[in-house]
Every structure is written in structure tokens, then in C-alpha cells.
């Protein structure tokens, strides 16, 4: 079955560091994937969404690598402010149409003064 | 424009007592979904619809009823809420963009 692994473990950076989280995936061909950032509280709020052929997406402080080979992407926050602390979600299209999306437990990150 | 939104935001229930989760959306998406997020668990879709007068079986569908008599309006019914369904349940609509747009939850405790 479909099944997707992003590190349960909070990960705790310094403020001005590189945040990397890494979303895993396994028995999947998906045509894409896509982040979401959810403050404590609140719904899930889209980021990015790259596709199978793009190797890497950029938007401002943030990049996003999906190596289909390895069934991997890497999200990646630059310069982080703790404004950044939230839990990050990657979805995944599910089988079938109307738009499905499995998701990740996502991982929590704080970033400290 | 309002997005999605979500009524009521909290709720607490006594086993075996009915209630339904309402959400709106005003981005003429035709698609809808519910979810559920439990700890460690991650969302895990319950019902959705692709569009007006349909509504489909997700993950999670047991002790749970759909409606989708209009477009912009997705309800959610628990017809006689167990303590296992203490928690925090999410509205989404999209239109084929793929993106998700999320409501901002209602909190459901059952006691």
C-alpha cells in the first residue's frame, strides 16, 4: 500500500540556519507532491507543488528537490525565522481522480533566537 | 472572499448524541473533502465529493454521513458519536488545480 514517512521528531534549528525536512515515500509513482505548512490551531496551508519532471522548485526562502529514483523530497528553508516554526506536511496524489491527497504526519520545526 | 470556513469551531458531545459539521465555500470549487487529524495519525480522509448531489466513501468512512445538496456547502454527520471520534476534523475544497484549500477546523470531543 501507498505509504509516506516524514520524521515524526520535532527538529529544533537556530535562527539564520537551513531547515531541511525530508518527506520518504514508497509504492508510489506520483505524477507530483506538495508541501503544506499547519500552525498549531489551524488547517493546512498549501506551499509548493512540484512535478515529476522538476528536479527542483524554488519560491522566496524556500526550495523543494523531488528525486523520483530515490522516492524522496527534500524541503528546504532558508535563513529561517522563527515565523517559520510550524508542522510541515507532504501530500501526495492518491490513485484514482478527484483530486486525492495522502498526507504525511509531517514534521515539527522550531527555529530558536 | 471568505475561503473556506467551518462551523462550529468547538464541540463537545455526549456518547451517543447527533450532530453535523458544516463548511462553505465560495471558489465555486467543485471538489470537497473531509479529514481527520489525530496525533500521529496525520489527516485521513473520511468522505468527499466531486461535486454538487455526489459524495463518495474516503479512508476513514465509518460512523460518518455526507451531504452535498449545494455546491458550496459540504456537511458532515455523526449520527451517534462514539469516543473514537474525539478530534479535529478538517474541510477542503480544490478545483483541478490539485491544491488544497483547507478550513480552519473544528475540535470534536465526545465524552
Known amino acids: 500500500s501507498q505509504k509516506i514517512e516524514q520524521n515524526s521528531e520535532a527538529l529544533n534549528i537556530q535562527e539564520g540556519k537551513t531547515a531541511t525536512l525530508t518527506c520518504n515515500y514508497t509504492n508510489y509513482s506520483p505524477a507530483y507532491l506538495q508541501w503544506y505548512r499547519q500552525d498549531p490551531g489551524r488547517g493546512p496551508v498549501f506551499l509548493l507543488l512540484?512535478?515529476?519532471?522538476?528536479k527542483e522548485k524554488r519560491k522566496e526562502r524556500l526550495k523543494v528537490t523531488f528525486d523520483t529514483t530515490l522516492k524522496q523530497s527534500l524541503f528546504h528553508i532558508t535563513a529561517s525565522q522563527p515565523a517559520d516554526s510550524a508542522t510541515y506536511l507532504c501530500?501526495?496524489?492518491?490513485?484514482?481522480?478527484?483530486?486525492?491527497?495522502?498526507f504525511g504526519t509531517g514534521t515539527r520545526l522550531q527555529v530558536t533566537l | 472572499n471568505a475561503g473556506v470556513t467551518q462551523t462550529p469551531k468547538f464541540r463537545v458531545l455526549k456518547t451517543g448524541q447527533s450532530m453535523t459539521l458544516l463548511c462553505a465555500q465560495d471558489?465555486?470549487?467543485?471538489?470537497m473533502y473531509w479529514y481527520r487529524q489525530d496525533p500521529g495519525m496525520g489527516l485521513r480522509l473520511i468522505h468527499y465529493?466531486?461535486?454538487?448531489?455526489?459524495?463518495a466513501k474516503g479512508e476513514v468512512p465509518d460512523g460518518y454521513n455526507v451531504s452535498r445538496l449545494k455546491k458550496q456547502n459540504f456537511l458532515l454527520g455523526l449520527e451517534s458519536a462514539a469516543p473514537s471520534q474525539t478530534s479535529v476534523y478538517f474541510c477542503?475544497?480544490?478545483?483541478?488545480?490539485?491544491?488544497?484549500?483547507f478550513g480552519p477546523g473544528t475540535r470534536l470531543t465526545v465524552t
Open positions: 471558489m465555486n470549487h467543485e471538489y
Open positions: 501530500a501526495l496524489p492518491n490513485t484514482g481522480t478527484a483530486s486525492k491527497l495522502t
Open positions: 477542503a475544497s480544490t478545483q483541478t488545480s490539485r491544491t488544497q484549500y
Open positions: 465529493s466531486v461535486g454538487e448531489g455526489t459524495t
Open positions: 512540484i512535478r515529476e519532471n522538476e
